[in-house]
């Protein structure tokens, strides 16, 4: 065999090796190293080769939803934590982190309503009425409050007067 074509093939499974460890670790140095590659050896493939291209990009996208699952796991079932006491474990507690939760609902947000739409759980019609009547609300609220403050501010001027 010649030496391009044993080349390719050895490049073309130290690629697999460095798409499955990019997939798992979203990290293109340690992904490079587990395949032994040198870091520019994987960015001159990605720059000369579409389809590596698209196979870094869906291994990333893989490997940040490996992230998202983990940490929405964590949202919802805490991570155990050892509590000390005079330099000795006593228990362990459960912590949560809700701000973790609340970041990844507010990344889905925008597509879980895209998805809505597209299924057809939600009126586009309705949703604008809902929001209007939740307009005409906080306005009906908003005149309320000035003409509270309006009758309370009366009273102190009229007594001025006198």
């Given at each position: 065999?010649?030496?391009s074509?044993?080349?390719?093939?050895?490049?073309?499974?130290?690629?697999?090796?460095?798409?499955?460890?990019?997939?798992?670790?979203?990290?293109?140095?340690?992904?490079?190293?587990?395949?032994?590659?040198?870091?520019?050896t994987?960015?001159?493939?990605?720059?000369?080769?579409?389809?590596?291209?698209r196979a870094?990009m869906?291994?990333?996208?893989?490997?940040?939803?490996?992230?998202?699952?983990?940490?929405?796991?964590?949202?919802r079932?805490?991570?155990?934590?050892?509590?000390?006491?005079?330099?000795?474990?006593?228990?362990?507690?459960?912590?949560?982190?809700?701000?973790i939760?609340?970041?990844?609902?507010?990344?889905?947000?925008?597509?879980?309503?895209l998805?809505?739409?597209?299924?057809?759980?939600?009126?586009?019609?309705?949703?604008?009425?809902?929001?209007?009547?939740?307009?005409?609300?906080?306005?009906?609220?908003?005149?309320?409050?000035?003409?509270l403050?309006?009758q309370?501010?009366?009273?102190?001027?009229?007594?001025?007067?006198?």
């Amino acid at each position: 065999m010649a030496k391009s074509k044993t080349r390719g093939v050895c490049d073309d499974r130290r690629k697999v090796k460095f798409l499955s460890n990019l997939a798992t670790s979203s990290h293109v140095a340690n992904s490079a190293a587990a395949a032994g590659v040198a870091v520019s050896t994987v960015y001159k493939w990605r720059e000369c080769d579409p389809e590596f291209f698209r196979a870094w990009m869906q291994a990333l996208a893989a490997g940040y939803e490996l992230l998202e699952m983990d940490l929405l796991d964590r949202a919802r079932n805490g991570v155990e934590k050892p509590v000390f006491h005079e330099g000795k474990q006593v228990a362990m507690v459960r912590q949560f982190r809700d701000g973790i939760g609340v970041k990844l609902l507010l990344a889905h947000k925008e597509m879980v309503a895209l998805a809505r739409v597209a299924e057809g759980q939600i009126n586009p019609e309705e949703v604008r009425a809902s929001l209007d009547r939740k307009l005409a609300d906080m306005r009906e609220k908003l005149l309320s409050g000035r003409a509270l403050a309006d009758q309370r501010a009366k009273p102190a001027a009229s007594s001025d007067d006198d």
